[in-house]
């Protein structure tokens, strides 16, 4: 027979068991996740790039954490109060506000519950301020930018000349690209094709390598490269996909320019030994559509002017049949140069827009001109009619101007345009390092400013 509790006993087992101990909630330790483990920013930036901060906590929601940065290395450049962390969810927002120009390794500390902490190393990079904070954003992850052309939606697609990757940024905001692309082996090239000029018809991307010897004065082939690429979609969901290339236009060039009395001097340009940044060197950086036209293609060039002598014109080279040349690999046929006053300048990027209005980027043609002249012109694109200034372009931040992202139309007052640099020589850092050498590619990057014109 089964021994029934009394009424007593069943009440003091409820009793002991109000009374027993609960069982303690273990927490595990926190994890800590940065989505970039290096972060540029500038001193006085407006919309610098954040990093992600991911945490979580067995045993605890991940609102219930907090984050924050508890030391700098160096805090000239960035202290811990200068760090702003948003987000109250598993991903949390860090943001820094530079004071100084330099290098700081911040830690970042995620505290849980039970008291566990865990931490993690950003190690940021700030460069110095310039002018006009407001109007200026930065391409990250490459600091050589020598093209850009517009894909739609607020989104370029960039190119480096130290390498052969395309990146798609988004024009308006600070950080690195959304996509990148890396053609060297459809192009069938190991060294960087040394791209130098871009321009659009309909879905094609046309672009060029500079054409000319390397620095020390050597012939590389990749140099002599053209191709294309076709684009689909816009915006974020840019797509480009590998089109054709043709290796000879250097050839082409010479030939034609040997057949006419050696006018531009192209052959002793390109002689071994010759570098391709001199006055009466050889040097293609800008490659835009005649007016009305998907077959003439206008290839301006760094180097020579014309005549190589100070004071002397910039050179633009029609190439008459440059779809062709493309699509069917077909031998280039040249028109007449076209010599265009820009006060000794020289053409570094040329591009117009859907109007056929012209905005030609001059500088110099040296090799270290990061801080000589740089001016905007307007041009109709016609042979024979002059170019008009628009704009002289400041010099005294770091990088030289490069790049035309797209042509406003030049008729409204205040137009503005967007303009990139070429920083790869630029120490941005104050550490004596050039942008190009820099040992993390988050830490490179390229200048872009909108400037209105008069």
Same mark, same amino acid.
């Given at each position: 027979?089964?021994?029934?509790?009394?009424?007593?006993?069943?009440?003091?087992?409820?009793?002991?068991?109000?009374?027993?101990?609960?069982?303690?909630?273990?927490?595990?330790?926190?994890?800590?996740?940065?989505?970039?483990?290096?972060?540029?920013?500038?001193?006085?930036?407006?919309?610098?790039p954040q990093v992600d901060v991911t945490v979580a906590q067995s045993g605890a929601d991940a609102s219930a954490l907090t984050v924050a940065v508890t030391a700098s290395s160096r805090t000239a450049?960035?202290?811990?109060?200068?760090?702003?962390?948003?987000?109250?969810?598993?991903?949390?927002?860090l943001a820094v506000a530079a004071r100084g120009r330099g290098y700081t390794d911040?830690?970042?500390?995620?505290?849980?519950?039970?008291?566990?902490?865990?931490t993690r190393t950003l190690s940021y990079a700030a460069s110095g301020a310039v002018q006009n904070p407001a109007d200026t954003r930065y391409f990250t992850g490459a600091s050589d930018t020598s093209a850009a052309v517009d894909v739609g939606g607020g989104y370029a697609v960039v190119a480096d000349d130290e390498n052969n990757v395309l990146r798609l940024y988004d024009r308006y905001r600070s950080g690195a690209?959304?996509?990148?692309?890396?053609?060297?082996?459809?192009?069938?090239?190991?060294?960087?094709?040394?791209?130098?000029?871009?321009?659009?018809?309909?879905?094609?991307?046309?672009?060029?390598g500079s054409l000319g010897n390397n620095k020390d004065g050597e012939y590389k082939a990749p140099r002599n490269t053209v191709f294309t690429t076709t684009v689909s979609g816009s915006g974020p969901g840019t797509k480009l996909a590998y089109g054709r290339s043709y290796k000879k236009l250097r050839d082409d060039l010479?030939?034609?320019?040997?057949?006419?009395?050696?006018?531009?001097?192209?052959?002793?340009?390109?002689?071994?030994?010759?570098?391709?940044k001199q006055i009466d060197g050889f040097n293609a950086e800008g490659l835009e559509f005649a007016p009305g036209s998907t077959t003439t293609a206008y290839l301006g060039f760094r180097?020579?002017?014309?005549?190589?002598?100070?004071?002397?014109?910039?050179?633009?080279?029609?190439v008459t049949n440059f779809d062709q040349v493309l699509a069917a690999g077909a031998k280039a046929v040249f028109g007449a140069g076209i010599e265009l006053d820009l006060g000794g300048l020289s053409v570094r990027d040329i591009r117009k827009n859907a109007a056929g209005q012209y905005?030609?980027?001059?500088?110099?043609?040296?090799?270290? @001109?990061?801080?000589?002249?740089? !001016?905007?012109? *307007?041009?109709?694109?016609?042979? $024979?009619? =002059?170019?008009?200034?628009?704009?002289?372009?400041?010099?005294?931040?770091?990088?030289?101007?490069?790049?035309?992202?797209?042509?406003? @139309?030049?008729?409204?007052?205040? !137009?503005?345009? *967007?303009?990139?640099?070429?920083? $790869?020589? =630029?120490?941005?850092?104050?550490?004596?390092?050039?942008?190009?050498?820099?040992?993390?590619?988050?830490?490179?990057?390229?200048?872009?400013?909108?400037?209105?014109?008069?």
């Amino acid at each position: 027979m089964k021994k029934q509790l009394s009424l007593a006993g069943i009440a003091g087992l409820l009793l002991a068991a109000a009374h027993a101990p609960a069982q303690a909630v273990t927490y595990g330790t926190p994890t800590v996740v940065l989505s970039a483990g290096y972060l540029s920013g500038a001193v006085g930036a407006v919309g610098d790039p954040q990093v992600d901060v991911t945490v979580a906590q067995s045993g605890a929601d991940a609102s219930a954490l907090t984050v924050a940065v508890t030391a700098s290395s160096r805090t000239a450049v960035a202290a811990p109060g200068d760090v702003t962390v948003t987000g109250t969810g598993a991903v949390r927002h860090l943001a820094v506000a530079a004071r100084g120009r330099g290098y700081t390794d911040l830690t970042v500390k995620v505290t849980g519950l039970g008291g566990k902490t865990a931490t993690r190393t950003l190690s940021y990079a700030a460069s110095g301020a310039v002018q006009n904070p407001a109007d200026t954003r930065y391409f990250t992850g490459a600091s050589d930018t020598s093209a850009a052309v517009d894909v739609g939606g607020g989104y370029a697609v960039v190119a480096d000349d130290e390498n052969n990757v395309l990146r798609l940024y988004d024009r308006y905001r600070s950080g690195a690209p959304v996509r990148t692309w890396d053609f060297s082996s459809q192009l069938g090239v190991t060294k960087e094709v040394d791209i130098e000029g871009a321009t659009r018809i309909g879905d094609t991307i046309y672009w060029t390598g500079s054409l000319g010897n390397n620095k020390d004065g050597e012939y590389k082939a990749p140099r002599n490269t053209v191709f294309t690429t076709t684009v689909s979609g816009s915006g974020p969901g840019t797509k480009l996909a590998y089109g054709r290339s043709y290796k000879k236009l250097r050839d082409d060039l010479v030939a034609w320019d040997v057949a006419n009395g050696n006018r531009y001097g192209f052959a002793a340009g390109t002689a071994a030994g010759e570098a391709p940044k001199q006055i009466d060197g050889f040097n293609a950086e800008g490659l835009e559509f005649a007016p009305g036209s998907t077959t003439t293609a206008y290839l301006g060039f760094r180097a020579p002017l014309a005549p190589a002598v100070p004071g002397g014109k910039a050179l633009l080279v029609p190439v008459t049949n440059f779809d062709q040349v493309l699509a069917a690999g077909a031998k280039a046929v040249f028109g007449a140069g076209i010599e265009l006053d820009l006060g000794g300048l020289s053409v570094r990027d040329i591009r117009k827009n859907a109007a056929g209005q012209y905005l030609i980027l001059a500088g110099s043609w040296a090799a270290d @001109d990061n801080t000589d002249p740089y !001016a905007l012109y *307007q041009w109709d694109g016609v042979p $024979g009619h =002059a170019p008009v200034k628009r704009l002289d372009l400041p010099t005294a931040d770091p990088g030289g101007w490069e790049a035309i992202a797209e042509v406003p @139309d030049l008729s409204v007052a205040g !137009a503005r345009v *967007q303009l990139v640099t070429d920083s $790869g020589s =630029a120490d941005l850092y104050g550490d004596g390092v050039e942008a190009k050498d820099l040992a993390h590619p988050e830490w490179k990057k390229s200048r872009t400013v909108w400037f209105t014109l008069n």
